[in-house]
Antibody
Framework: QLQLQESGPDLVKPSETLSLTCTVSDGSVTSISHYWGWIRQPPGKGLEWIGSIYYSGSPSYNPSLKSRVTISVDRSKNQFSLRLRTVTAADTAVYYC????????????????WGQGTLVAVSS | DIQMTQSPSSLSASVGDRVTITCRASESISRYLNWYLQKPGKAPKLLIFAASTLQSGVPSRFSGSGSGTDFTLTISSLQPEDFATYFCQQSYSTPYTFGQGTKLEIK
């Protein structure tokens, strides 16, 4: 069964770059049916889609973060990554990586597998 | 961005009750609507995709309906493990957006 695991620092200083990696196990980032995405959840709040990427295509980003975010895929390591630049306290959140399944003959996409999430605090 | 509004924001119910949660989109999203359940300290879990298709392994007491702008998630007979927060999500257009959540609590 597919497993996703986030890794990266749990504390980042304001104005620096938040970098997280998601390692995919028992599955492949080159799957033709799937995109790979990042979602975040500030403490006690709702969910925000950050963006997603197909292994051979360009990423799609939330416009609210587009100027600061980069999502990339490393096929050799079976990983995908998130970089969020110039962070502030408002970026403090639990960050989830997830697999996004693109329906065939069924409308839409959905997040069918999630990592456990990692809390990243932005503080000096 | 498409705004997703859930109601109610919180709900108290008892084991065995039938409950319905509503999700409304700010514009038509056809059937591009998913439902997730989240327990405290855990990642969300997919329940229903494409408005009414049950994800593999999800109990049949969960059901979804709707199209266009109005959608519902129904739990036919609440079980103790169903007390959690529920989110809807639209995948009609990016950025994909979520409802604010409905917290289902034990009465």
């Amino acid at each position: 069964q597919l497993q996703l695991q986030e890794s990266g620092p749990d504390l980042v200083k304001p104005s620096e770059t938040l970098s997280l990696t998601c390692t995919v196990s028992d599955g492949s980032v080159t799957s033709i049916s799937h995109y790979w995405g990042w979602i975040r959840q500030p403490p006690g709040k709702g969910l925000e889609w950050i963006g997603s990427i197909y292994y051979s295509g360009s990423p799609s980003y939330n416009p609210s973060l587009k100027s600061r975010v980069t999502i990339s895929v490393d096929r050799s390591k079976n990983q995908f990554s998130l970089r969020l630049r110039t962070v502030t306290a408002a970026d403090t959140a639990v960050y989830y990586c997830a697999r996004e399944y693109k329906g065939i003959g069924v409308p839409g996409t959905w997040l069918d597998s999630w990592g456990q999430g990692t809390l990243v605090a932005v503080s000096s | 961005d498409i705004q997703m509004t859930q109601s109610p924001s919180s709900l108290s119910a008892s084991v065995g009750d039938r409950v319905t949660i509503t999700c409304r989109a700010s514009e038509s999203i056809s059937r591009y609507l998913n439902w997730y359940l989240q327990k405290p300290g855990k990642a969300p879990k997919l329940l229903i995709f494409a408005a009414s298709t049950l994800q593999s392994g999800v109990p049949s007491r969960f059901s979804g309906s709707g199209s266009g702008t109005d959608f519902t998630l129904t739990i036919s007979s609440l079980q103790p493990e169903d007390f959690a927060t529920y989110f809807c999500q639209q995948s009609y257009s990016t950025p994909y957006t979520f409802g604010q959540g409905t917290k289902l609590e034990i009465k």
